[in-house]
Nanobody, 125 residues
Framework: VQLQASGGGLVQAGGSLRLSCAAS????????TGWFRQEPGKEREFVAV????????KYADSVKGRFTISRESSKNAVYLQMNSLKPEDTAVYYC???????????????????WGQGTQVTVSS
């Protein structure tokens, strides 16, 4: 599976962005797909994940109520709609895919085996 993230950019606090993760490979639908983010000098942190079917989601507490992850299987794509953005959301955002059991899908980047290249999100105050 190959992943490509896009949609990042510069936005003012309170604004919105939608990130896209395009996947190649016929097996993409068999993986849970998540978004992580990383600031310079910090560890990569979990943001959100959606399961194979698109019927279940998990979010980090810091983004709950502001971000929405969705899946469009017909296009082999996963999206992250980010609303009410804050300066602390500034980071490089990565999409990733995992086959771990659903209960572990929000436990950290080490459980993910496929990664996109990252897209920069900058939120100005």
């Amino acid at each position: 599976v190959q992943l490509q993230a896009s949609g990042g950019g510069l936005v003012q606090a309170g604004g919105s962005l939608r990130l896209s993760c395009a996947a190649s490979g016929r097996t993409f639908s068999t993986y849970h797909t998540g978004w992580f983010r990383q600031e310079p000098g910090k560890e990569r942190e979990f943001v959100a994940v959606i399961n194979r079917s698109g019927g279940s989601t998990k979010y980090a507490d810091s983004v709950k109520g502001r971000f929405t992850i969705s899946r469009e299987s017909s296009k082999n794509a996963v999206y992250l709609q980010m609303n009410s953005l804050k300066p602390e959301d500034t980071a490089v955002y990565y999409c990733a895919a995992t086959s771990v059991v659903w209960g572990a899908a929000n436990r950290g980047p080490n459980l993910y085996m496929y990664w996109g290249q990252g897209t920069q999100v900058t939120v100005s105050s």
